[in-house]
C-alpha cells in the first residue's frame, strides 16, 4: 500500500484566497483524521471521520474550515477565506476502526501571505 | 486537546548517551503510542502500549506504560544521530489521541 496521500505538498496562496488540500487514505481504513500542526500550538485534531461521517469537528478553528469525506477514498480541507495565521503543516491519517494506531500522511505545507 | 506534560521538550546530548523522555496525563488512557517525526514528514508509529506496567523494546529504544495507565516513558540506550527528531507520544481516549506537546531530541555525532 502506498501509505496515506495528500495533495498538495506545498501550497503557497494570498490571503482571502480559497485553499483546498487533498487525502487519501489507507485503503480499508475506515477512519480519518485532519491535524494541523504548528511551533506555538504543536499537534492539533481538526476533525474526524468514521465511514464518512464526521464524527468531532470540535477542532476546527472557525467557520472559515470546511472538511468532507464523499467516499472512503477521499476527503478534502477547504480554508475559505485563507488567513496568515492559518499557516501551518495540515497533516491526514487514517485508521482502521478497531486499531488503535493512526498512520499519517507526509502533510501539506500551507503559507498564507 | 493535549496530554498534560511530556518533558523534557527540548534535547540536546552527545552520541553514545542515555536519556529518557516522560509523557504524564491525569487521564487513563487504555493505549499509549510513541510516535518519531522527522522535518517534514509526518509522525511515524514507534510503538503501542496497552497493558499497566508493559514494557517494550525496540532495539535501543525502551517504552513502558504506567501501572495506572496514566503515564509513560520513553528511554533510549546509546543514542545515534540517527534517533534525533522530535519524540510525540499519544493517549488513546475513545479512539481519538490525546497528544503530547512532544519533545525534541539532537544527537550530536
Known amino acids: 500500500d502506498a501509505g496515506v496521500i495528500q495533495s498538495p505538498r506545498h501550497e503557497v496562496t494570498e490571503m482571502g484566497q480559497e485553499v483546498t488540500l487533498r487525502c487519501k487514505p489507507i485503503?480499508?481504513?475506515?477512519?480519518l483524521f485532519w491535524y494541523r500542526q504548528t511551533m506555538m500550538r504543536g499537534l492539533e485534531l481538526l476533525i474526524y471521520?468514521?465511514?464518512?461521517?464526521?464524527?468531532?469537528d470540535s477542532g476546527m478553528p472557525e467557520d472559515r474550515f470546511s472538511a468532507k469525506m464523499p467516499n472512503a477514498s477521499f476527503s478534502t480541507l477547504k480554508i475559505q477565506p485563507s488567513e496568515p495565521r492559518d499557516s501551518a503543516v495540515y497533516f491526514c491519517?487514517?485508521?482502521?476502526?478497531?486499531?488503535?494506531?493512526?498512520?499519517f500522511g507526509p502533510g501539506t505545507r500551507l503559507t498564507v501571505t | 486537546t493535549q496530554l498534560r506534560e511530556q518533558s523534557p521538550q527540548f534535547l540536546s546530548i552527545q552520541e553514545g548517551e542515555n536519556l529518557t523522555v516522560y509523557c504524564n496525563s491525569s487521564?487513563?488512557?487504555?493505549?499509549l503510542q510513541w510516535y518519531r517525526q522527522e522535518p517534514g514528514e509526518g509522525p511515524v508509529l514507534l510503538v503501542t502500549?496497552?497493558?499497566g506496567g508493559e514494557v517494550k523494546k525496540l532495539k535501543r529504544l525502551t517504552f513502558q506504560f504506567g501501572d495506572a495507565r496514566k503515564d509513560s516513558s520513553l528511554h533510549i540506550t546509546a543514542a545515534q544521530p540517527g534517533d534525533t527528531g522530535l519524540y510525540l507520544c499519544a493517549g488513546d481516549s475513545n479512539y481519538q489521541l490525546i497528544w503530547g506537546a512532544g519533545t525534541k531530541l539532537i544527537i550530536k555525532p
Open positions: 471521520f468514521n465511514n464518512n461521517v464526521p464524527i468531532d
Open positions: 502500549v496497552v497493558t
Open positions: 491519517a487514517s485508521r482502521e476502526w478497531s486499531s488503535y494506531e493512526q498512520y
Open positions: 485503503s480499508g481504513h475506515n477512519s
Open positions: 487521564s487513563v488512557f487504555s493505549s
